[in-house]
């Protein structure tokens, strides 16, 4: 499995790969040609990924939910909500950030088979293509903190409605969200 290009043979007895040797591919990854074969097993082999992700994602909620429950029920509503948007918001950012990298890599495929055709190793192509997804996450990540602060407020005046310290948030240096405690009057 050390080859990128490897993949597993197990199949059952109608000649189609088993299930679970088409989850182990998917968590393990190989290289594939998804425009041809079983669609069905195109879409589990690029699926399982998200789907471990997003249990993860839920773990995390859980053990976050535990921790603040010992604040009160308020404040176990309030990440229950939070949670709900974040994971909605992660989703769509995830699997746009997934579509994108593959998108590129595909457009890449004619250069890296040159590459490899002229002896660059494995190794190489992969951190080639590690080094393109860190900077293109490296200029989302900027981009997210050079918009935090508007952003914030924006969210700010619009939770303003609902909430009368809604418009207490703010965003500081580690930028991380946080309240200002000022004096009422």
């Known amino acids: 499995?050390?080859?990128s290009t490897s993949t597993i043979q197990v199949h059952n007895?109608?000649?189609n790969p088993s299930i679970w040797s088409s989850l182990r591919e998917a968590v393990m990854g190989s290289?594939?040609?998804?425009?041809?074969g079983n669609i069905?097993?195109?879409i589990v082999l690029l699926a399982v990924p998200m789907v471990l992700e997003m249990c993860m994602e839920s773990l995390f909620g859980v053990v976050d939910v535990f921790w603040v429950s010992r604040l009160g029920a308020d404040a176990v509503a309030t990440v229950g909500l939070t949670e709900t948007a974040l994971v909605l918001v992660f989703v769509i950012a995830c699997s746009n950030a997934a579509n994108?990298?593959?998108a590129r890599?595909?457009?890449r495929e004619g250069e890296l088979s040159v590459r490899a055709a002229?002896?660059?190793?494995?190794?190489?192509?992969?951190?080639?293509?590690?080094?393109?997804?860190l900077l293109l996450c490296g200029a989302g990540a900027a981009l997210g903190i050079l918009i935090a602060r508007p952003m914030v407020a924006i969210l700010a005046r619009y939770a303003s409605r609902f909430s009368v310290?809604?418009?207490?948030?703010?965003?500081?240096?580690?930028?991380r969200t946080r309240r200002r405690s000022r004096a009422r009057g």
């Open 1 to 3: 499995m050390s080859d």
């Open 13 to 15: 007895s109608s000649g």
């Open 31 to 36: 290289h594939q040609d998804f425009t041809e």
């Open 40 to 42: 069905s097993r195109a």
């Open 100 to 102: 994108l990298i593959l």
């Open 105 to 107: 890599t595909v457009r």
């Open 118 to 133: 002229l002896g660059a190793s494995t190794a190489s192509l992969r951190r080639t293509l590690l080094m393109d997804s």
């Open 165 to 175: 310290r809604a418009l207490d948030l703010t965003v500081d240096r580690s930028g």
